[in-house]
């Protein structure tokens, strides 16, 4: 405020003795400033005040008729100037709200006519998966007692096939806003083998550490399954060549003060190319992807999110680029 008191009272001092147009000029690119330096229109109206007094001492007789038009034609400079300023600011405030809103509310409907069409496909997708499911149980049961060849393959249909029918209801969970109870899990062992049901279909192998086999959570085998799945082919996607999965029980003071209360964490490790903070910031965010065209929904992560969510869970994730991604799940050991 002294730097403009100081360019306010020198210009208004230039007018009153020359009755110049360049000071006036100058006074109105002040109002505009003050303004730009978010200074109310009070303040910027106090300027001439503090003016007057700077001319008094002066020896300038500010009370002589010419002397006060200037100086109240300094002052009309000054405020018009920073009145129309202000409304224009305001105007461009309020254009840009709309814009953010009207940008919320495509958002909202792309959401949900995306939200439509994935919960079509999954819906058809489950529908496809029923006879696959059901003839392989008939398959099973029609084979010799015993273990035959084909019975090992068999099993692993089914399997797949049951695994692909809770992700698809993960899915449709998620776009109906459903939640699906969880159920007491051991969660070193669910994590286990949910990762000897990964380790065939991924091109790169991880190394898999548990030290709590045995404390349980809420949660969901199918799901588990699910989020370890889209993790590591997360990592691979992202040019990992070594992935790691850990599991431990740590104290509840890594949740941000969350009292004593025990919790179990699910580290996924990999050293690939990991992410900018821009990118992470949006990574759980609802169809965001930064792969190309056709190669990614952006639904994994989200989905991700929403789960752990749904199991009173936390989600962190740390990345760098060149420096790997760690994604960190926790969850509240069960109790009783």
Request: with cysteine; aromatic share 4%; glycine share 8%.
């Amino acid at each position: 405020m002294n730097s403009l008191l100081q360019r306010y009272t020198a210009g208004m001092a230039h007018y009153v003795a020359t009755a110049a147009e360049a000071p006036l000029l100058d006074i109105e690119e002040l109002g505009r400033l003050a303004i730009t330096d978010d200074i109310s229109l009070d303040e910027i109206a106090g300027l001439h005040e503090g003016a007057a007094l700077a001319l008094t001492d002066q020896g300038v007789p500010i009370n002589q008729p010419e002397i006060v038009r200037r100086m109240s034609a300094c002052l009309s400079a000054l405020m018009v100037s920073a009145a129309v300023a202000y409304r224009t600011k305001i105007d461009l405030l309020e254009q840009h709200r709309q814009q953010e809103r009207d940008r919320t509310e495509r958002n909202r409907q792309r959401l949900e006519t995306l939200g439509q069409f994935v919960g079509s496909v999954a819906h058809e997708l489950n529908n496809l998966l029923q006879p696959v499911r059901g003839m392989t149980e008939i398959m099973l049961a029609d084979l010799a007692e015993g273990r035959p060849p084909e019975r090992a393959d068999l099993e692993t249909v089914e399997a797949c096939a049951i695994q692909a029918v809770g992700v698809i209801q993960g899915i449709l969970a998620y776009v109906r806003r459903e939640t699906i109870a969880p159920q007491s899990l051991a969660f070193g062992a669910a994590v286990a083998t949910a990762c000897t049901f990964i380790r065939p279909m991924l091109r790169e192998p991880f190394e898999v550490v548990i030290h709590d086999q045995d404390t349980a959570v809420l949660a969901l085998q199918s799901e588990l399954t699910q989020i370890l799945l889209n993790l590591l082919q997360n990592a691979v996607q992202a040019g990992a060549t070594r992935m790691r999965v850990e599991v431990d029980r740590i104290g509840g003071d890594w949740a941000g003060g969350a009292g004593a209360r025990a919790w179990m964490r699910l580290r996924v490790i990999d050293d690939g190319q990991g992410m900018s903070a821009a990118v992470a910031a949006h990574a759980f965010d609802p169809y965001f992807t930064t792969k190309a065209t056709g190669q990614g929904t952006g639904l994994g992560l989200a989905i991700v999110r929403s789960i752990v969510v749904g199991w009173s869970g936390d989600l962190q994730l740390e990345s760098e680029p060149g420096h790997g991604t760690t994604v960190t799940l926790l969850l509240p050991v069960s109790v009783g």
